[in-house]
Every structure is written in C-alpha cells, then in structure tokens.
Nanobody, 123 residues
Framework: QVQLVESGGGLVQAGASLRLSCTGSGLHVGFLTMAWFRQATGKERELVGTFRRIGGSTDYADFVKGRFTISHDNAKNTLYLQMSSLEPDDTAVYYC????????????????WGQGTQVTVSS
C-alpha cells in the first residue's frame, strides 16, 4: 500500500522561502509521475508541478515558474518542493500525489495522495 507523508508547511511572511517534503512508502518504479498540488480555501485543487521518473524532468504551473523548484531523492523516496518569493496567494494546503501514468496532470489521474501540509503566507 502506498503512503505519502508531507511535511514542512508553516506560517511565513511574504517574500520568505519554505521547503516541503513528501516521503513515500510502498512506491515502486511503476509510479511514473509524482506531483505537488495545492488547494486554497474555497477553490479547486490545482497542479503546482510534476516530476516524471522517466528522464527526471520537471514541469511547473505558470503561477510558480521561477519561484518554485521540484526535486526528487530516489534513495530517500522523497519529493521536495522548494518555494521562494512566497506570496499571500500561495496560501493553501499543499499535497503530493503519485500516478502510474507518465503523463498524469489532472487530479483524477493520481492514485495516491498525502494528507496535505498547510502553507500560510502573510502580507
């Protein structure tokens, strides 16, 4: 059974940085995409970025490009989200997720989710 556990959220001021971690258990090489999503209060869950195991590529939503970086430590089975220049609009619960699809984008293409970690950015 796959389990994902996020950590690293918190309350920060605008302009600050945070690093989120997502440690997985029960994962195997068949899980071809890992991703970070976020959901603000009253809004739909949105994709922040993806890590594709094949080729190790990353991709980002336009609203975080240049500010957020995804990395993956295979030995630790951990996905990271380094966030910098945080803005109040980045306030949300951040989730990691994994999919067996190499092209997974929409939330319904992911089969395992973490419990989420709250990020709050004050102005």
């Amino acid at each position: 059974q796959v389990q994902l556990v996020e950590s690293g959220g918190g309350l920060v001021q605008a302009g600050a940085s945070l690093r989120l971690s997502c440690t997985g258990s029960g994962l195997h090489v068949g899980f071809l995409t890992m991703a970070w999503f976020r959901q603000a209060t009253g809004k739909e869950r949105e994709l922040v970025g993806t890590f594709r195991r094949i080729g190790g590529s990353t991709d980002y939503a336009d609203f975080v490009k240049g500010r957020f970086t995804i990395s993956h430590d295979n030995a630790k089975n951990t996905l990271y989200l380094q966030m910098s220049s945080l803005e109040p609009d980045d306030t949300a619960v951040y989730y990691c997720a994994t999919s067996v699809r190499p092209d997974a984008v929409a939330p319904n293409t992911y089969i395992a989710w973490g419990q989420g970690t709250q990020v709050t950015v004050s102005s």
